[in-house]
């Protein structure tokens, strides 16, 4: 058995890109998810500046939608393995058979590899624009002092599952200031910054901004709560103050089941006040009761044990609420593109 072990332990660490392959068990459908995910924030915030209907695709904004995809993707792979290197005490009781608790591979291994995905990270943040650049390195400075040490010593209750989602928050706030920095300053505010360069914002892009980011802040809590009540043991070993932690696991599921109903009403309000279309809204609001009601079932249940075992699984079926409404957004502004570009197709032969 050690010789299994130690072969497997020397897998991982010579060859890096199987091991990232199978260091989490991502789904393929959740790995396409992030691609739709980032490049819909982007475009999102690129149609929300026309109030009369979304404008021709332009090459203008084909290379802020790619620098988002990288950025982002990179960024998401050093949190979740700066997430590993800080957790590893909490993995230990919650998530043994993950890379640094199973041996696979030291925290200083994957301390090396976290430094490379956060170097590309900036490289790719750069490139998209300086305010990009600020917006990465003031999220990652946050994300690491809160996950190394803030979460474990500041004892306000639920201070962890308070601040957490904000990681996820540099989502629709990239995709806004990568168009607020990529295209002419003709926007109704416009701004700049010795160094970071400037901000040309329109007017109407400040609402669907606010409640894109109010979404992702409730979706994502919604499912770290869930989540939080399956890791309860572990973080109340280390001190860490979470709902469940502070308030118990059933009231930890009613704010969760309360933050996913705050989110769907978000949802909607988006579709209301933005150019998404019912290609968005019919299948968010199917996504958004079936999720309820998964959620409501996490509050029924009576037994501590069976609520812990579920935690991890609704905490599942959050993070793919959180997925499928971004990837809902990509797809119902990519249609509205095709179908603008079709007619102006159309128009163009008549």
Request: aromatic share 16%; glycine share 4%; charged share 15%.
């Amino acid at each position: 058995m050690e010789q299994i072990a130690e072969s497997k332990k020397e897998f991982f660490l010579t060859r890096p890109v199987q091991f990232l392959i199978h260091w989490r068990p991502f789904p393929p459908y959740e790995l396409i998810c992030y691609v739709l995910m980032f490049a819909g924030a982007t475009m999102f915030a690129w149609a929300t500046m026309f109030t009369d209907g979304i404008y021709l695709f332009s090459i203008e904004i084909i290379k802020p939608i790619f620098l988002t995809i990288a950025t982002l993707y990179s960024g998401f792979f050093a949190a979740l393995i700066w997430n590993d290197i800080t957790d590893k005490d909490i993995d230990i009781v919650v998530h043994p058979t993950r890379a640094i608790p199973s041996g696979h591979i030291s925290s200083k291994k994957f301390f090396a590899i976290a430094l490379v995905f956060s170097a590309l990270t900036f490289l790719f943040a750069v490139l998209t624009s300086p305010w990009c650049l600020l917006l990465v390195g003031v999220t990652a400075l946050f994300v690491a002092v809160h996950n190394k040490y803030l979460k474990k010593i500041i004892k306000l209750p639920a201070y962890s599952e308070i601040f957490t989602p904000v990681q996820w928050l540099a989502v629709p706030l990239f995709g806004f200031f990568a168009i607020f920095t990529a295209l002419p300053a003709t926007g109704d505010i416009n701004l700049s910054v010795p160094v970071l360069g400037y901000l040309s914002i329109h007017r109407a892009q400040l609402l669907p901004m606010f409640l894109l980011v109010l979404f992702t802040y409730f979706a994502d809590d919604a499912h770290d709560l869930a989540e939080g009540i399956h890791d309860v043991e572990g973080d109340r070993r280390l001190g860490v103050k979470t709902y469940a932690t502070s308030f118990g696991q059933k009231n930890a599921a009613k704010i969760s089941f309360c933050m996913l109903f705050i989110s769907g009403i978000l949802g909607i309000l988006l579709w209301f006040f933005t150019v998404l279309s019912l290609i968005f809204l019919i299948p968010f609001v199917i996504l958004w009761f079936y999720t309820l009601d998964q959620s409501y079932q996490l509050i029924k249940t009576a037994d501590d044990l069976q609520r812990k075992h579920m935690g991890k699984i609704m905490g599942k079926k959050g993070y793919d609420y959180l997925l499928f409404s971004f990837s809902l957004i990509f797809l119902d502004v990519f249609l509205q593109l095709i179908n603008a570009e079709y007619l102006h197709w159309i128009n163009s032969i008549v």
